[in-house]
């Protein structure tokens, strides 16, 4: 028998992390899916973690410090990283977006997140 859950990120919690990001987050014992919303000056500072991420902006645009290098992300892009790939993200406009990990970001479970909440 299939399981599903529906998911309205209308009325879904949202978390201020700092004045200029708000996050809602889904974990599934598989995965976590975050919606960021960001604004513009917003800044991730450059962190690691065991999680593989893909990124995908769904409005805005977003910066990324890749170890000495940059990739800027527009609307339709997404960015796949590596486990323990070191990244950053400077936002440029006003964005959201759309971020998947796995495994679940445990640090975000135990609330360990403390470099987002500057």
Known sequence: MRKCSHIDWTSAPREAMNDKMTRQVIHTPQFTVARLEMKAGAIVPIHSHTNEQ???VLEGCLGFNLGGETADLVPGQSL??????????????????LDVFSPPRQDWIDGDDAYLRR
């Open 54 to 56: 893909v990124t995908t």
């Open 80 to 97: 796949a990283l590596a486990s323990m790939e070191p990244h950053g993200v400077e936002v440029l406009q006003d964005s959201i977006v």
